[in-house]
C-alpha cells in the first residue's frame, strides 16, 4: 500500500520559513518524480514544483520560483519543499504527489497523493 505523508506545516508570520517533508513507503521511490501542490479555500489545486526522480531536475511554478525550493533524498524516501520568504498568499493545504519516471504541472497526471498538511501564513 503506497503513503505518502506530509509534514512540517504549520502558521508563520510573513517573510519567515517553513519546511516541509513527505515521506513515501510502499513504492519504488526513486523511480518516481515527486510534486508539490497546493490548495487554497475555494480555489483549485495548484502546481508548486516537482522534482525528477533523481533530484538533477526542478521546474517550479513561476509565483514560488526564488523562494521554494524544492530537493528529495531517495535514501530516505523522502522529498523537502524549503520555503522562505513567505507570504500571505502563500497560506494552503499543501500536497505532495507522485508521479511515475517524468515530472508534471497538472495534478491529473499523477498517481499517489498525500493527503497534505496545512501552511497558514499571517501578515
Known amino acids: 500500500q503506497v503513503q505518502l505523508v506530509e509534514s512540517g506545516g504549520g502558521l508563520v508570520q510573513a517573510g519567515g520559513s517553513l519546511r516541509l517533508s513527505c515521506s513515501a513507503s510502499g513504492l519504488a521511490f526513486s523511480s518516481y518524480a515527486m510534486g508539490w501542490f497546493r490548495q487554497a479555500p475555494g480555489k483549485e489545486r495548484e502546481f508548486v514544483a516537482t522534482?525528477?526522480?533523481?533530484?538533477?531536475?526542478?521546474y517550479y511554478a513561476d509565483s514560488p520560483k526564488g523562494r521554494f525550493t524544492i530537493s528529495r533524498d531517495n535514501a530516505k524516501n523522502t522529498v523537502y519543499l524549503q520555503m522562505n520568504s513567505l507570504k500571505p498568499e502563500d497560506t494552503a493545504v499543501y500536497y505532495c504527489?507522485?508521479?511515475?519516471?517524468?515530472?508534471?504541472?497538472?495534478?491529473?497526471?499523477?498517481?499517489?497523493w498525500g493527503q497534505g498538511t496545512q501552511v497558514t501564513v499571517s501578515s
Open positions: 504527489a507522485a508521479k511515475l519516471r517524468a515530472g508534471s504541472r497538472w495534478p491529473g497526471d499523477y498517481d499517489y
Open positions: 522534482i525528477s526522480w533523481s533530484g538533477t531536475s526542478t
